[in-house]
């Protein structure tokens, strides 16, 4: 019995590992080959150099294509977690007729396949005549980025005392007053997370872009057509660095948060 409790306090660590070098692999040989010699194709190791790094638009085309990834991504979360931040904060605090299939419609593109998404987006905007292009793909990522948005917020709102209003109330806040002194620096941290979310799925998003963009290039485009014959080693730096940016914020926000902790415990 104790050989059987001492195999399976050590089967879940060993099956976690496994688990998260499973995940960390394919990272390790994005960040291993941007620093590769590939020349033309980067399918091979060919040798180590740092002119990869050095030149991280070397690569034709590959930063156009990251800036156009960023500009569609910060348009669509700016609007994204602004309109779901209002739909979440409706949806919790008021009562309507229609509130529970509005909390319906609102989970219907997070169940929907990207494929089914990109394929109606693509036949409304031609329908209506619409130019295929950055503006059909903000427009797209902002329709399905606002889902996310509203499920992250509506968890914070329901959460906050709706008496800490009324107390700015009673001590002579109008309204608007309430809702940026009270209200919205209480939402402000899953508004944070809400924004890193969508902003996060727009970046990373193929199947809608490639329906609904046109001629636009975004880098999750440009991947998928050097794929072929190898992506390029710049793309590659892109990649690591984005994700070596992605844990450095996760780690500034750990230590806020423990800082937080520290600071209301000393109190």
């Known amino acids: 019995m104790a050989g059987a409790t001492r195999f399976g306090r050590w089967l879940v660590p060993a099956f976690g590992a496994l688990a998260f070098l499973f995940?960390?692999?394919?990272?390790?040989?994005?960040?291993a080959f941007s620093f590769n010699d590939a020349g033309r194709t980067n399918l091979s190791w060919r040798g180590f150099t740092l002119d990869n790094w050095a030149n991280p638009c070397g690569a034709p085309a590959v930063c156009e294509a990251l800036g156009n990834s960023l500009r569609i991504g910060a348009v669509a979360t700016i609007l994204a977690t602004a309109l779901g931040t209002l739909i979440a904060i409706g949806l919790v605090r008021y009562r309507f007729r229609f509130n529970a299939t509005a909390n319906m419609l609102i989970f219907l593109p997070l169940a929907t396949p990207e494929v089914v998404l990109g394929a109606s987006l693509l036949a409304q905007f031609l329908n209506v005549g619409a130019e295929l292009g950055m503006g059909t793909v903000i427009l797209a990522h902002t329709m399905f980025c606002i889902s996310f948005v509203v499920v992250t917020v509506k968890a914070r709102v329901a959460g906050l005392d709706p008496k800490l209003?009324?107390?700015?109330?009673?001590?002579?806040?109008?309204?608007?007053?309430?809702?940026?002194?009270?209200?919205?620096?209480?939402?402000?941290?899953?508004?944070?997370?809400?924004?890193?979310?969508?902003?996060?799925?727009?970046?990373?998003?193929?199947?809608?872009?490639?329906?609904?963009?046109?001629?636009?290039?975004?880098?999750?485009?440009?991947?998928?057509?050097?794929?072929?014959?190898?992506?390029?080693?710049?793309?590659?730096?892109?990649?690591?660095?984005?994700?070596?940016?992605?844990?450095?914020?996760?780690?500034?926000?750990?230590?806020?948060?423990?800082?937080?902790?520290?600071?209301?415990?000393?109190?």
């Open 165 to 267: 209003e009324e107390a700015a109330a009673d001590l002579y806040a109008s309204p608007l007053q309430a809702f940026w002194r009270v209200t919205f620096p209480l939402l402000l941290p899953g508004i944070t997370a809400a924004a890193l979310l969508a902003f996060a799925m727009s970046f990373d998003d193929f199947i809608i872009t490639n329906f609904n963009s046109g001629n636009v290039d975004t880098f999750p485009k440009f991947i998928y057509v050097s794929a072929t014959r190898g992506i390029p080693a710049q793309a590659n730096v892109i990649g690591s660095a984005m994700f070596i940016v992605s844990l450095l914020f996760v780690i500034g926000g750990q230590l806020l948060a423990h800082r937080r902790r520290k600071m209301l415990a000393a109190r």
């Open 23 to 31: 995940l960390l692999v394919p990272i390790g040989y994005v960040f």
